[in-house]
Structure formats: C-alpha cells, structure tokens
C-alpha cells in the first residue's frame, strides 16, 4: 500500500508540473500578444482536473484580458466576472474593463455599474477624469443629459486639461450647467451679461427666449440682463473660445413700442374728414389709430420695418433607431420539429410549431436552418451547419437561436432531444440515439463568436419511453443553468410537463408567435407576455420558465 500511495503521489507531481508549465506558457503567449495561443493555453489549463486550483485567479483574469484584446466581449465579461468571483484584487481595473466591453456590446445601463464600481475603487485623479468622461458618453447614449453634464463637470473637476471633456461639454452646449467651463462675463453698466462659448462660431447655443427682447436679429440673440445693456469700458471680451456668431459684440436693443411711429421729414397735412381718402400729391396714406385718437400720417414710400424672425431652435442630431443601433447584427437560427416517430407516440403540432416558428425568424432577419421529422444523422449535421454559421460571424454582433419542438427527456441532469428514429430500450441507450442538449448544442454556441444565445424548448413532455421512466427521474426536462450570454426558454416549468396542444400550434409556440409580432419589445417583455398568457389559457396548469443571464437588449421586431 505504501508503494502505490508514494506511486500515486509521484504521478500527481508530474502532472502538476505539466499542467504549471501550461499555465507559463499561456501567460508568455498573452506577454508576446499572441492572444489566441494564450487563450487556447490557458483554457487547456482550466480543463485539467490535475492543476493547481491557486492560480485559477489570475488564468481567468488573463483569460479574459486575451478575448478583451481580441474583441470577444462576451467571452471577456465572463472571465472577467469568475475572476471578480474568486478575488481578484485588481477590482478596480476589471470593472473598468468591464465597463468598456458592455459599452461594446451596447449594453449601457451594465456598462454605466461597472463604471460606477470602477469610480469607486480607482482613487487615482486622473483616471478617474477618465473614468467620468466615459461612464458620460454611455449616460448620452441613454439620453440623460443631466447625468451627463454632471459626470463631465466631474471629469474637468478632477483634470482640467482633459481636452476631451471639454469639447464635449462645448458641443453639448447646457448653458447653466456648463458654466465656468465655457461661460465668459461681459459687464454693462449695472449687471453682466453672460455670453455662451461656442466652439464653431457659425453654431449658436440655445438661449431662454424668455430672456431675448424682441427685434433683434436671430445671428444676434444673446442672453439679455438689462433692456438697454452696454460695455462700460468699450472693451472686447476674451477670445479663450469663441462666442457667437455676431462675435465680440453687444447689441443695445430698444424696447418695441405698441405701435410703429414714423419721423416724419415734411410738414403734415391736417387729415381729410375721410379716414380712408390719401392726398394724391402727397402720397399719403391715412392709419387708422384706436378710438378717441388722432390718426397718423405714413409716408407710402416709407417702409416699416418687418417684424424680426424668431431665432431658429437649434439642430438636435437625431438619436438613432432600434434598427440603426442593430443594423450590424447577424442573426442565425436552427429550428427542428420532431412529429411523425417510429417508436414512440407521435405528437399533433411539432411539426406545425417548427416551420410557423421558421417563417416568424425569417421576418425578423434570422438566417433559418430548418429540419422537419429529423433522425439521428440529419440532427447532428444541422448542429454542425448550425455552429459553423455562429463560428463565421462577426464577433459579439452575432445571435444565435435554437428553437425545438418535439419530445425530449432528462437524464442525470442532461436534457436529450430525441430524434425521430430513437428506440430507448434502457438507460444505457439514451446517450447513444439521443442528442444532448447542454453539450452538443448550448456548449458549442457559447464557444462561437455569438453575443448572445437563445434556446427555446418546447419538449417538456413526459418522457416517451415507458420502460426507462425508472432511469430518467423527473418528468419533464432540468434546468440549464449557463454562464453570461444566454436566454433559455421552456415551454414549462423545468421538472414539469406540457400538453401537445390541440389546434394547429401548441399552446406556448402559439402565444410566443404573436409575442414576437410586436415591434420594439425586449426578449424579457415577450415571454412575460407568453408567460402571462398561457397560464390565463391553461387555467393555471402552464407555467412557463425562463433563465437568462444575457448581456445588452435583444428584439425580435424593431
């Protein structure tokens, strides 16, 4: 006995040291900026069953700084996070690594709390300049302007050179909250008169109308104080950044008064009895005042002045649509209805389910794998099809759905789908005729260049094959419990069972059909619906489940 343990402990020794020269080797790669050989090492390392479990930190940490500088996002916030998860003491950084990968994958509102994080943990001024600068260019992208001046005020607060924070702050153009950073004082005789900063002097700010007196001219409004403003010392104002158009200069603006009055250069004619009558040699016309008034004579050949035309609103850069912020996204499915089995009960509407779900994706710019009553054989080669689509697009702008009706099962925590030509006889069959669900399919979709991931399983039926119910547990299918990236959606309940249906659809593809018909609606919103409606239609027999752990917004509609 004492033989084999020292003979044991020798052949573990070994491997260690193997699997800790695989770990230098993937940190060497990452050194060298060779990230896909470091990601490839260090991975091999995680998988060892052997390694030293004391380094499993700082792979993850590297892990995810290689798929960071290789632009898969998605990969990157999940080492990312195992890293945060098993105590990292590079916090700070990792967040705001985070930061910017979710800003990456258009995912603002996490990108915005790992900023928020970061902001916290990294004291240093000046990257925390940095840190506000960003954490505002996701709050514009949210469209919160006041948290984005506020983070910008903070950003110059802290750095006052960052050039950066400035030209933002100018181009945003908020009079009140940009002030000291772009704000000069002219004074007049009694008060001051604030003039915005402009960085293009052929643009204008917004002003308070409220403010601007009438009759000036639109080039010329500026921010009024006083009626009758003036420059005491006749001085220019500094040129540390340019004003407005109409530059260095305050117009003196007058008062309209009710009516316009006309200096006239000759001597009045007294007027005619009739109001409406003009001296023909004079050219005079008569207008009329209010009543108990004299009327007043105008000159026809002297013009009064038009009214000023109101200074134009100034130019709001469209914010984008759905569809623009998405028009990059490619979008593949791989949809699979099993009706017409050889060795167990045959289902009603699988098949149904399965070709109404294609042609829905395919209105939603889903590239469509489609397999109607498919065996074994036929399966397998629409997952590989199925991977290579995910594998050649482009990176963390690709979504990858897989959509199943038909009869599954699970055994030992995996769920199998079962192809059409699978005879279960025992136990001992089910990996062998039967496909698995979590390794075949989501493993491989996690391993693509996907951003995120969606499984809907319509099988939870009650397991097929009488004579192995003993073996398989629980009805119904387990939960998929997945890392970042994923949606999974079941018809039911995980342990539970669903009905085939009696129409053409069953009941859950039938309301998740006219869920995704409607434009501008989350994933999450869609089955809250779908959940929503069939327990109302089942009378609480149904109730749909869900598990998702995605990153950034998806829509089926825009």
């Not at 001024?125 to 005020?153: H, I, W």
């Not at 400035?166 to 181009?171: D, P, Q």
């Not at 969606?454 to 009488?466: L, T």
């Amino acid at each position: 006995m004492r033989v084999i343990a020292i003979a044991l402990f020798v052949t573990l020794s070994i491997a260690a040291s193997a699997q800790f020269k695989l770990y230098e080797k993937g940190i060497d790669a990452y050194q060298a900026k060779d990230y896909p050989s470091a990601i490839s090492l260090l991975n091999e390392y995680l998988d060892k069953s052997t390694r030293d479990k004391a380094f499993d930190v700082e792979v993850r940490y590297y892990v995810a700084l290689a798929y960071f500088k290789t632009q898969y996002y998605t990969s990157s916030v999940r080492e990312f996070d195992k890293a945060l998860e098993l105590g990292h003491k590079n916090a700070g950084n990792i967040n705001w690594f985070m930061a910017k990968a979710y800003a990456e994958l258009k995912a603002y509102k996490e990108s915005i709390e790992c900023y928020s994080k970061a902001i916290e943990l990294i004291k240093d001024p000046a990257n925390q300049s940095k840190l506000y600068l960003e954490r505002a260019v996701q709050y514009e992208k949210q469209g919160t302007s006041a948290l984005v001046v506020s983070d910008l005020n903070q950003s110059l607060s802290l750095d006052k050179n960052n050039q950066d924070a400035t030209k933002m702050l100018s181009r945003i153009g908020d009079t009140k909250s940009a002030r000291g950073f772009g704000t000069q004082n002219v004074q007049s005789e009694d008060k001051s008169v604030a003039i915005q900063a402009d960085k293009d002097a052929s643009k204008t700010q917004p002003v308070n109308q409220a403010l601007v007196k009438p009759n000036v001219p639109a080039e010329t409004a500026v921010l009024i104080s006083d009626p009758k403003p003036t420059n005491a010392k006749n001085e220019e104002p500094k040129k540390s950044l340019p004003v407005t158009a109409n530059e260095n200069k305050v117009q003196n603006v007058i008062p309209p008064s009710p009516a316009p009055v006309v200096v006239k250069k000759e001597e009045e004619k007294k007027p005619t009895t009739d109001a409406s009558t003009v001296t023909e040699n004079k050219r005079e016309a008569v207008k009329q005042t209010p009543a108990n008034t004299q009327p007043i004579l105008v000159k026809s050949e002297e013009k009064i002045a038009p009214a000023p035309v109101p200074a134009p609103a100034p130019t709001v850069p469209a914010q984008p649509t759905l569809a623009d912020e998405y028009k990059d996204e490619k979008r593949y499915a791989l949809v699979i209805g099993n009706t017409n089995y050889k060795f167990v009960q045959q289902l009603r509407n699988a098949s149904n389910d399965a070709n109404d779900m294609a042609a829905e994706l395919e209105n939603s710019n889903f590239e469509v794998i489609k397999v109607i009553d498919g065996d074994y054989n036929q399966m397998r080669d629409a997952f590989r099809k199925f991977n290579q689509l995910l594998n050649n697009g482009p990176k963390d702008q690709t979504v990858g759905l897989f959509y199943y009706a038909g009869h599954g099962l699970q055994n030992e925590g995996e769920n199998y789908l079962i192809p059409i030509d699978a005879d279960v006889k025992d136990e001992i069959d089910i990996p062998r005729v039967c496909l698995p669900m979590q390794r075949v399919v989501l493993a491989n979709m996690e391993r693509s260049s996907t951003r995120m991931n969606i499984v809907i399983m319509d099988a939870c039926r009650n397991n097929p094959f009488p004579s192995s119910s003993r073996s398989t547990g629980d009805a119904g299918l387990a939960e998929i419990k997945r890392a970042k990236g994923s949606f999974i959606a079941y018809a039911t309940a995980p342990g539970s069972t669903a009905s085939d249906g009696t129409g053409r659809n069953g009941l859950y593809t039938q309301e998740l059909l006219k869920a995704m018909k409607r434009p501008g609606r989350t994933i999450e919103s869609v089955f809250k619906e779908v959940r929503y409606n069939v327990l109302k239609l089942s009378n609480d027999k149904q109730n749909t489940w869900d598990s998702s752990n995605i990153i950034g917004d998806f829509y089926f509609k825009f």
